[in-house]
């Protein structure tokens, strides 16, 4: 019996992992890999929900926790030589402190690395600061010189890799918009509209996503006697250097009449209660939120940036906003909150663009044949040698 070839996906946290990899895994495993998982199993690390897609499972809880670096330093120790013993044939990274990793494990075992840049975070963000210097530094010169391919979530990301020498010239680069969606999971409504308006923000609670702006825009609407019920949902990220802390997010939200609603751990299901879902977010890869939002037959009102741009056609299948800008996110919001079957059409067009285009149907091939791509190539390279 031919031995199968280990994938091992290393990403930030068990939780993220079922979210958006889910799909990928259980592909994998159909095309004859083996699926190995390094993550923060204290986040969400379900290991009933985990078995039906991972054959092999490693605890890294210094990932998503602030942990002391004698801690940190021994745990990657102790990962690491479970993971040379694995022998995986490809190693694919999500988030910043899973591609610095990788790349170490990478350039370690000899096989290649696929790193999934969904965004460039906040670090890579900011505009020449030291950390981001820093950060730049750590990264570029943490990933492999060969055996490197990427995936980008919007041609954007890809420019400003190449731009700030992130990665050289000759990695190649491929555009893959999103993680891959399963349309059957989601309710879609026919009508929207049709009681008292549901206006929602779902989304971690970051400054960076526009949290401040959508509170701001419902008081204005609330202010001029708009009759809605404005939400916000998510789970605070006290660990992101824009996270917002609860006090911060219940105090505004009292303020501004938004009701908060928290982490929801069914998605799908709340979707079906919204008309109107928002992200004034100020920088994206390829929004998860706003693809949950059309399945679920919601009108999309985004910023107009790259990223949010890729779901939403301003006037087509949804509406743009400037970004940081609360009065014309409140302006957006008046005009479908005031022309319902302008706000039907909107979203029947967004529904049908992202089944088309970001469905797992679609998607989930695209990962596999990178993924198979370079497993091969690494194994030829192998054996000329």
């Given at each position: 019996?031919?031995?199968?070839?280990?994938?091992?996906?290393?990403?930030?946290?068990?939780?993220?992992?079922?979210?958006?990899?889910?799909?990928?895994?259980?592909?994998?495993?159909?095309?004859?890999?083996?699926?190995?998982?390094?993550?923060?199993?204290?986040?969400?690390?379900?290991?009933?929900?985990?078995?039906?897609?991972?054959?092999?499972?490693?605890?890294?809880?210094?990932?998503?926790?602030?942990?002391?670096?004698?801690?940190?330093?021994?745990?990657?120790?102790?990962?690491?030589?479970?993971?040379?013993k694995l022998r995986p044939a490809c190693i694919f990274t999500v988030t910043y402190p899973a591609n610095v990793l990788g790349g170490f494990i990478s350039r370690l075992l000899g096989?290649?690395?696929?790193?999934?840049?969904?965004?460039?975070?906040?670090?890579?963000?900011?505009?020449?600061?030291?950390?981001?210097?820093?950060?730049?530094?750590?990264?570029?010169?943490?990933?492999?010189?060969?055996?490197?391919?990427?995936?980008?979530?919007?041609?954007?990301?890809?420019?400003?890799?190449?731009?700030?020498?992130?990665?050289?010239?000759?990695?190649?680069?491929?555009?893959?918009?999103?993680?891959?969606?399963?349309?059957?999971?989601?309710?879609?409504?026919?009508?929207?509209?049709?009681?008292?308006?549901?206006?929602?923000?779902?989304?971690?609670?970051?400054?960076?996503?526009?949290?401040?702006?959508?509170?701001?825009?419902?008081?204005?609407?609330?202010?001029?006697?708009?009759?809605?019920?404005?939400?916000?949902?998510?789970?605070v990220d006290g660990l992101n250097p824009t996270a917002m802390t609860l006090d911060e997010i219940t105090t505004l939200a009292t303020s501004c009449g938004v009701q908060f609603i928290?982490?929801?751990?069914?998605?799908?299901?709340?979707?079906?209660?919204?008309?109107?879902?928002?992200?004034?977010?100020?920088?994206?890869?390829?929004?998860?939120?706003?693809?949950?939002?059309?399945?679920?037959?919601?009108?999309?009102?985004?910023?107009?940036?790259?990223?949010?741009?890729?779901?939403?056609?301003?006037?087509?299948?949804?509406?743009?906003?400037?970004?940081?800008?609360?009065?014309?996110?409140?302006?957006?919001?008046?005009?479908?909150?005031?022309?319902?079957?302008?706000?039907?059409?909107?979203?029947?067009?967004?529904?049908?663009?992202?089944?088309?285009?970001?469905?797992?149907?679609?998607?989930?091939?695209?990962?596999?044949?990178?993924?198979?791509?370079?497993?091969?190539?690494?194994?030829?390279?192998?054996?000329?040698?």
């Amino acid at each position: 019996m031919q031995k199968k070839s280990k994938v091992l996906f290393v990403v930030k946290d068990a939780r993220y992992f079922l979210s958006h990899r889910a799909d990928l895994a259980r592909a994998l495993r159909a095309e004859k890999f083996d699926v190995i998982l390094a993550t923060d199993l204290s986040v969400g690390g379900d290991s009933s929900q985990l078995k039906d897609y991972v054959d092999f499972c490693l605890n890294l809880p210094f990932l998503s926790a602030k942990s002391k670096p004698v801690y940190t330093i021994l745990c990657a120790i102790t990962v690491i030589y479970e993971i040379l013993k694995l022998r995986p044939a490809c190693i694919f990274t999500v988030t910043y402190p899973a591609n610095v990793l990788g790349g170490f494990i990478s350039r370690l075992l000899g096989v290649p690395q696929l790193v999934l840049f969904a965004g460039l975070g906040n670090l890579l963000q900011e505009s020449g600061g030291f950390k981001s210097k820093m950060a730049t530094m750590i990264l570029r010169n943490s990933l492999p010189k060969k055996n490197l391919a990427v995936i980008v979530q919007n041609a954007a990301i890809g420019e400003l890799l190449t731009r700030n020498k992130i990665i050289e010239s000759h990695v190649p680069v491929t555009l893959i918009p999103g993680s891959g969606l399963n349309f059957s999971a989601y309710y879609h409504r026919r009508e929207i509209l049709t009681g008292i308006p549901r206006v929602a923000l779902v989304s971690r609670l970051l400054r960076e996503k526009g949290v401040i702006e959508f509170m701001s825009a419902c008081k204005i609407l609330r202010d001029e006697g708009f009759a809605c019920n404005f939400e916000l949902a998510g789970d605070v990220d006290g660990l992101n250097p824009t996270a917002m802390t609860l006090d911060e997010i219940t105090t505004l939200a009292t303020s501004c009449g938004v009701q908060f609603i928290g982490f929801v751990s069914d998605v799908p299901a709340y979707l079906q209660t919204v008309d109107i879902l928002c992200l004034p977010s100020y920088h994206e890869g390829l929004p998860r939120s706003l693809l949950e939002g059309a399945a679920s037959g919601c009108v999309l009102v985004a910023t107009d940036i790259a990223g949010c741009r890729d779901v939403v056609t301003h006037e087509e299948s949804g509406l743009l906003v400037e970004p940081r800008s609360a009065i014309d996110l409140a302006d957006k919001l008046r005009r479908i909150l005031e022309n319902r079957h302008y706000a039907q059409s909107l979203a029947r067009a967004c529904t049908e663009n992202a089944r088309n285009r970001f469905s797992s149907d679609v998607i989930i091939p695209m990962y596999c044949s990178v993924i198979k791509n370079i497993v091969k190539a690494s194994s030829s390279e192998q054996k000329d040698l």
